[in-house]
C-alpha cells in the first residue's frame, strides 16, 4: 500500500509561483501513474496533470503551458511546478495513484490520496 504526502502549498498572489511535492511511502510508485486534482469546496475533484513511470504526461486545458508535472524516482516524489498562478487556481491539491500506463484523467480512476494541500492565490 502507497501512503501519499503533499506539501507546499500557500499564499502567492496572482503570476507567482509555487511547487507542490508528492512524496511516497510504504512501498515505490515507480511503476504507478501519478496524478494531481484540485478541489474546491461543494465541487467534484478536477483534473490537473498526470505522469506514468516512463514521464509521459498530460495537462487539463486550463493548466497548459503554466504548470508542470514530474517526477524523481529516486526520492519517490512527484512535483507539480505551478507558474503565472491565477485566482481560479486556488483549491487544495490532492494527488493519487493508478497502476498501469494509461494517463487517466479521471479522480474515480486514482486511489492513496493523501490530506491535500491548500493554495490560494490572491488577485
Known amino acids: 500500500q502507497v501512503q501519499l504526502v503533499e506539501s507546499g502549498g500557500g499564499l502567492v498572489q496572482a503570476g507567482g509561483s509555487l511547487r507542490l511535492s508528492c512524496a511516497a511511502s510504504?512501498?515505490?510508485?515507480?511503476?504507478?501513474?501519478v496524478g494531481w486534482f484540485r478541489q474546491d469546496p461543494g465541487l467534484q475533484r478536477e483534473f490537473v496533470a498526470v505522469?506514468?513511470?516512463?514521464?509521459?504526461?498530460a495537462y487539463a486545458e486550463s493548466v497548459k503551458g503554466r504548470f508542470t508535472i514530474s517526477r524523481d524516482h529516486a526520492k519517490n516524489t512527484v512535483y507539480l511546478q505551478m507558474n503565472s498562478l491565477k485566482p481560479e487556481d486556488t483549491a487544495v491539491y490532492y494527488c493519487?495513484?493508478?497502476?498501469?500506463?494509461?494517463?487517466?484523467?479521471?479522480?474515480?480512476?486514482?486511489?492513496?490520496w493523501g490530506q491535500g494541500t491548500q493554495v490560494t492565490v490572491s488577485s
Open positions: 493519487g495513484v493508478r497502476s498501469g500506463f494509461y494517463l487517466a484523467t479521471s479522480p474515480l480512476d486514482f486511489g492513496s
Open positions: 510504504g512501498r515505490t510508485f515507480s511503476s504507478y501513474a
Open positions: 505522469v506514468n513511470w516512463s514521464g509521459s504526461t
